[in-house]
């Protein structure tokens, strides 16, 4: 039978790559996004599942998973990729505003993990898209970078609580990856990379892949930082 992924955010960026990836690996791909052209488009071009879900709003996601035919049988795998950042500098930052981050990149993890593994059969993989913001920081990012530290401690906790069902859970941590946002980065920002290059969103789905096989079942509870060194580099004061 074949293997069944379900990706959120899958419309554009590394979501996307990560679909190809998965359709092109002979997965059956299901992928939510909230915007519908782009999700269509996707669709329509791989012929795969797309369905509209603001993973945000709880009812839609609950709806998703009652009501999808697709949503209601067995998933392999599930990729929480979804992420959005902050706007404001903190002191600007309305409590709706870190709520939002927090229920789009954690909240939405939580729901769609729990409604996934009720599915899964004889085990699976649950990959948890992070970010290099969780271990480093920079000023006006706050909700961000909680939001996902708590995505990594939930991955490690959920490798626990999961074991017994032999499904592992990891996170991948990208640095700067090159996707449609991102696309204005300098020659400086490529600079901080000891790969000399900023990372690309197939970078990321190839890792996916590797997470996702079957046999991988004794990597777990991990975080996989895959920033072509950025994090490992020494910084020297002037
Ligand atoms: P992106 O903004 O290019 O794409 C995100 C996708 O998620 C879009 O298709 C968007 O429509 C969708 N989306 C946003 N909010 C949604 C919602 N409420 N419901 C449903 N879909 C929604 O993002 P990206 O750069 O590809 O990032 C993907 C993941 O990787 C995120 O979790 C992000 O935090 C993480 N990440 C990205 C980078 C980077 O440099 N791009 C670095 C570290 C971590």
Redesign the pocket.
Known sequence: MKQRVLI?????????AIVRAFHEAGYAVVF????LD?GRLLEKELGIVFKQ????DRQQVEDFFNQTDEAKQPFTVLVN?????QAEPFLDLTYEAFDHVLK??LY?AILFTQHVVKRMDKGGRIIN?????ALMSEAGNES?AAS?GALLSLTHALAMSLQPYHITVNAI?????E????HALSDEDHLQHPANRV?K?ED?ARACLFLADKDQDFINGENVVIDGGMTKKMMYLE
């Open positions: 959120t955010g899958g419309a554009k960026g590394i979501g996307e939510v996004d909230c915007d782009k879900v603001d993973v945000s990729n979804v992420g959005i950042t789009t990149n939405s898209i992070a970010s290099t913001r961000y996902k941590s990208p640095g700067w990856i996707t449609g946002d991102y990372g969103p990321i």
